[in-house]
């Protein structure tokens, strides 16, 4: 499995001080959970790399690994199992055996943020990591961004500027570095339960993923 270099991940960052400071008071309230920078997961050379916005509160922060534990990750690893790119249908803990298949999971930004909401100059800062992790993938890889905040980041970690690709649910960008993005909303509580993303649009997306890696 993947294990990231100092370039694509610290596990001790706290260069976003109000991050930082969250943090320490989330490993006071609840000291049985990871609470500090969430490591990318999956494999070594991925044909396909999740970006997402931000660990959960008592998801991936709670078990230390991207959407794991997290209520978006129900639709996310039933979705992922079901076109091929996990082993399994559920993930909630770590030693729960769950493995990615030519996939690997990431976070626009890597520490849980106050309401899930960072700021803009935390998702410009945490971008350093992400633009090595990209920089680092094979072309021909495809990155799927998982909402606006995720689109953006990956446009700035490739040096593309925000206008050249606009965020669209279900839309492909070749981009210049021979990688592929696609979007799609983010597969959050708040648009699942609202019906603004569906299982049907979600799959839709993996379909046309899943069609492109093996054309």
Known sequence: MYQPTKEEFDLNCTRCPRLAKFLKQVRKDHPDYHARPVSPYGVKSPKLLIVGLAPGMHGANASGRPFTGDHAGIILYETLYKFGFSNKAESVALDDGFKLKQCRITNAVKCLPPENKPTGDEVNICNDFLKVEIANLKKGTVIMALGTVAHKAVLKACDIKQKEFAFAHNSKHELPNGQWLFDSYHCSRYNTSTKRLTT???????????????N
């Open 200 to 214: 049907t649009m979600f799959e839709d997306v993996f379909k046309s993923i899943r069609q492109h890696i093996d």
